[in-house]
């Protein structure tokens, strides 16, 4: 055992991949009960460690030295043995957070502040706030002076940090606030990086305010982790370089477009030449209702496939580093745009009407439905993918055309 990570549950993290990334030593997962925490800080034979929820606190006493950015901050979150053997605790996490706040753009010096959270993540977020000049930090919490009942009293808060793990892989689509209520909101932050883009993010994109997520905070804490483990610098610019191939490993390709246009083809395609799963979300529905799509319109009619298709889309869009094919309706309902956009990049498939195959496919009846349909929902497949490709030639050019858009998003 030469590094890793504590914690009392990991199943979803990502933190082996961002140290491989980072430098070449052995790191890996230890999932620790709290009964087991003791024997494994006064026995185990790591060489350094970080350490993850519940745990940024109870390992301070095992530690012989602890860094006054840590003491300050009330939260060890990186361990390192000394060459006596000895533990010493650092928080990294504060330059992590430092690194996503910078992404925002936003000036944190005279501004009012609402913390989600009152964990040990929540402490970094304190300090950061008043190491960077916040006029005022509020933290709100379920039993805390300051709880969620209390929130009209601060709809002036300006900044918007969430540390809570509402929202978080499995519960995704769960918000800890709604945003509307702070009119005066210039940013928002939240630690989450499963999904990629939680309902609090998305809220926020909608509204058009700056948002980061925790990607960024992860890849940097692991930085500054890495150089103590290893007491060497590494460039600044490994953030970026790392965040940007792990963001595009964890996010899905997923192809929309009109019913015909070849979707499920380029998917394939894709998925082979970049070695991922393919999931086909009119598949899993005729999987799941037991019969072909035309007969589900015919003896359900088309509201209740569109609710299937919601559930599906649900499920599939909380999946990390997949090709989702989707049928050509998606978009006529709201709530697709989050199931969908919280883990992926959304390319649209164009391709002729004329050339649009039309079998099987229950509103797709003539050409002359098509160019209603495509009048109807062109706006909405714009509104909902982050780039576009053309499908007019062939699938192998389409499926390239595809991989070269999600690269392209992914990297932004």
């Not at 002076?145 to 900044?159: C, E, F, K, M, S």
């Not at 925790?214 to 103590?228: D, H, I, T, Y």
Request: net charge neutral.
């Amino acid at each position: 055992m030469e590094y890793g990570l504590i914690g009392e549950k990991l199943g979803h993290s990502y933190s082996v991949p961002i140290h491989e990334a980072l430098a070449d030593y052995d790191y890996r997962l230890y999932p620790t009960p709290p009964q087991k925490l003791g024997e494994l800080l006064t026995t185990g034979d790591f060489k350094g460690l970080n350490v993850t929820i519940p745990y940024k606190q109870a390992v301070m006493p095992y530690l012989a030295r602890i860094s006054d950015e840590a003491l300050s901050i009330g939260s060890v979150n990186t361990i390192v043995r000394e060459k006596d053997g000895s533990l010493s605790g650092y928080n990294t996490d504060l330059y992590g957070m430092e690194h996503m706040a910078g992404l925002l753009g936003v000036v944190l010096k005279g501004k009012k502040a609402l913390v989600l959270g009152s964990g040990g993540t929540s402490l970094t977020a304190r300090a950061m706030l008043k190491k960077h000049g916040a006029r005022e930090t509020i933290v709100v919490s379920r039993k805390g002076p300051v709880t969620y009942n209390d929130l009209d009293a601060h709809r002036d808060a300006q900044i918007l940090i969430n540390t809570t793990p509402v929202g978080m892989y499995p519960g995704n689509g769960e918000s800890p606030v709604d945003l509307a209520r702070f009119p005066a909101l210039e940013g928002v932050l939240d630690v989450i990086y499963n999904p990629a883009r939680t309902a609090l993010l998305l809220q926020a994109e909608a509204l058009g305010l700056p948002n980061a997520g925790g990607l960024s905070m992860l890849v940097a804490q692991a930085k500054r982790a890495c150089e103590l483990f290893t007491g060497k610098a590494l460039p600044e610019g490994e953030i970026g370089r790392v965040t940007q191939s792990m963001r595009a490993t964890m996010m899905n390709l997923i192809l929309i477009g009109m019913p015909g246009s070849g979707k499920s083809s380029i998917g394939r395609a894709a998925a082979a030449a970049l070695g991922r799963e393919t999931l086909d979300a009119d598949e899993e529905i005729v999987r799941r209702a037991g019969m072909s799509i035309p007969d589900i319109f015919a003896k359900y009619g088309e509201e209740w496939f569109r609710r299937l298709e919601s559930q599906v889309l649900a499920d599939f869009g909380k999946l990390s580093g997949k090709v989702i094919s989707t049928g050509g309706g998606v978009v006529i309902r709201e709530e697709n745009y989050a199931h969908l956009r919280q883990n992926g990049y959304l390319i649209r498939v164009e391709r002729p009407l004329e050339m649009l195959s039309m079998e099987g496919r229950p509103l797709s009846r003539d050409l002359a439905a098509l160019r209603a349909m495509h009048a109807k929902r062109d706006p909405l497949y714009a509104r909902f993918a982050h780039g576009t490709i053309q499908n007019d030639t062939t699938i192998e050019n389409a499926a390239k055309a595809a991989m070269e858009a999600f690269y392209e998003a992914a990297g932004h």
